[in-house]
Nanobody
Framework: QVQLVESGGGLVQAGGSLRLSCAAS????????LGWYRQAPGKQRDLVAD???????KYADSVKGRFTISRDNVKNALYLQMNSLKPEDTAVYYC?????????????WGQGTQVTVSS
């Protein structure tokens, strides 16, 4: 019913930048919170940043001042601008959305995009 598709991952040197995008499609009434999570090998999936429908962002301490989350409610899109990347940012990044389908709120995930930061 709801698909979230990420793009924009890749390999970058430390100090570089990447911009992730996530496009939402399907039959839904509205999208509430959108966010980015990441999971490094052998570690749990952690919140990187999320943003409310009204545009209020929240960031993990480890990315504050380096990453910027934004959304386009008309295009049903989510973005993550990542600057000053560090090797410890290497992970699979997942797009997350809390989506209203009919009268029900559900949690949806993208398939993930790999971000690799070389030292």
């Amino acid at each position: 019913q709801v698909q979230l598709v990420e793009s924009g991952g890749g390999l970058v040197q430390a100090g570089g930048s990447l911009r992730l995008s996530c496009a939402a499609s399907g039959n839904f009434f509205s999208i509430n919170t959108l966010g980015w999570y990441r999971q490094a090998p052998g570690k749990q999936r952690d919140l990187v940043a999320d943003i409310s429908r009204g545009g209020s962002p929240k960031y993990a301490d480890s990315v504050k001042g380096r990453f910027t989350i934004s959304r386009d409610n008309v295009k049903n899109a989510l973005y993550l601008q990542m600057n000053s990347l560090k090797p410890e940012d290497t992970a699979v990044y997942y797009c997350y959305g809390r989506v209203q389908v009919g009268l029900c709120l559900g949690d949806y995930w993208g398939q993930g995009t790999q971000v690799t930061v070389s030292s």
